[in-house]
């Protein structure tokens, strides 16, 4: 069984920074991409920032020059340094890993259950 666990949301001002961490643990032998995720009320799940195993990363164009992805490939952490936050980056952030659970296994991805990011005045 694969878990990944977040960390790190918060309320925070317009302007202000967060730094979200996720975990992935439990039965993985490689992982290929891990990546974060959101969704604000009334829509759909949106991509935010993606990194491979081999440290290169994408942005969605909405927060590209304001949010950093960055990934430990020994401890199966990534995280997402976001600075100047708006009011629509109000959502709930989700981890993504598109992973081997072992050896022989296809490639699977797993989400973890969602961390709370609130961008208010």
């Known amino acids: 069984q694969v878990q990944l666990v977040e960390s790190g949301g918060g309320l925070v001002q317009p302007g202000g920074s967060l730094r979200l961490s996720c975990a992935a643990s439990?039965?993985?032998?490689?992982?290929?991409?891990m990546g974060w995720y959101r969704q604000a009320p009334g829509k759909q799940r949106e991509l935010v920032a993606t990194i491979t195993s081999n440290g290169n990363s994408a942005y969605a164009d909405s927060v590209k020059g304001r949010f950093t992805v960055s990934r430990i490939t020994a401890k199966n952490m990534v995280y997402l340094q976001m600075n100047s936050l708006k009011l629509e980056d109000t959502a709930v952030y989700y981890c993504n890993a598109d992973l081997v659970p072992g050896l022989g296994y296809s490639r699977v991805y797993y989400w973890g259950q969602g961390t709370q990011v609130t961008v208010s005045s």
């Open positions: 439990g039965s993985i032998f490689s992982i290929y991409v």
